[in-house]
């Protein structure tokens, strides 16, 4: 059975049941559109170099999803549950690891804020230098992780390969600012664990959610709920 069986009254349904399983995982779970939030709001004004924050890019703050559009997001359940598969990694990490995961993901940045202490050493200045686009090993590793998902999800629904190209360009580009800036080594790796995906060779997460869009997709197609 493939995706492009269901009608888009099954695809909704499908993308309905992944988000109420996200729900059980994740307590506090809620989909949010930016408009609606002043925090996003915020954000938008300080992450200056992504201008489109607004309104392209989906971006998780445990236990929430924000979304640039809701109609966009029901219009298009694919999409949405390619996106929700990987915000699902980001949110089980951070479940996981808690408040360590946000560590990593804002270093080597986050320290930056050690500068403010200059009127105790004036060598504490040296710390506003992590305001640059220094190579973000923490964020990377978050994302390639999210990536991933988003590749399997991609590969599961249609049996296609998702671009590497796009992948690539969110590690080396102003998107998460310049988090990983190598682009070899980046394809090297997607090729790898593409590989891993085809041949069934799945981490803990991958075999998850593949089993849970399985048994949503056979479900919904069956009339089983």
């Not at 998107?175 to 041949?199: A, C, D, S, T």
Request: with cysteine; proline share 4%.
């Amino acid at each position: 059975m493939s995706w492009s069986q269901l009608t888009f009254s099954q695809q909704s349904k499908v993308r309905f049941l992944l988000e109420e399983y996200v729900r059980e995982k994740i307590p506090g779970f809620a989909i949010v559109e930016k408009s609606d939030s002043r925090w996003m709001k915020f954000l938008s004004k300080v992450l200056f170099f992504t201008p489109d924050f607004m309104t392209r890019f989906t971006t998780t703050f445990y236990p929430k999803v924000y979304i640039p559009s809701r109609l966009r997001w029901e219009a298009n359940n694919f999409s949405s549950i390619i996106t929700l598969t990987h915000e699902y990694v980001h949110l089980s990490d951070r479940k996981r690891l808690n408040l360590l995961f946000n560590f990593l993901y804002v270093s080597p940045q986050i320290l930056a804020v050690f500068a403010l202490l200059y009127p105790i050493n004036i060598w504490f200045l040296l710390f506003s230098l992590c305001l640059l686009p220094i190579p973000s090993l923490g964020r990377a590793w978050a994302e390639f992780r999210g990536y991933r998902m988003s590749m399997a999800t991609y590969y599961w629904l249609c049996g296609e390969r998702y671009s590497t190209e796009f992948m690539v360009h969110q590690f080396v580009s102003s998107n998460y600012y310049w988090m990983f800036p190598f682009r070899g080594i980046l394809k090297r790796i997607f090729n790898r664990e593409f590989n891993k995906i085809v041949e069934e060779d799945l981490s803990p997460e991958l075999r998850e959610v593949k089993n849970l869009l399985t048994t949503s997709l056979v479900s919904v197609y069956n009339n089983l709920v």
